[in-house]
């Protein structure tokens, strides 16, 4: 099993761009754009935590685990 995000279908479904989700968290582009397009090795639990309270969402509605 592997964990995956899911954050550019949320962002897309909610028609919110990299950049709104950047300059709303407080997160630089570069960071969100890895996360995006899910290149990140290790998830940092504060960038997580960002995502998740300026989106109202749960984390799992950006985490997804795939066999």
Do not use: H, W
Request: include cysteine.
């Amino acid at each position: 099993m592997q964990v995956q995000l899911c954050l550019d279908r949320f962002l897309d479904k909610n028609g919110i761009s990299r950049y709104e989700l950047a300059k709303r968290s407080g997160i630089l582009y570069p960071v969100v754009d890895r996360y995006y397009k899910n290149q990140v090795q290790r998830y940092d639990r504060y960038v997580l935590s960002r995502f998740c309270t300026v989106l109202e969402c749960d984390i799992t509605d950006i985490i997804e685990t795939v066999k």
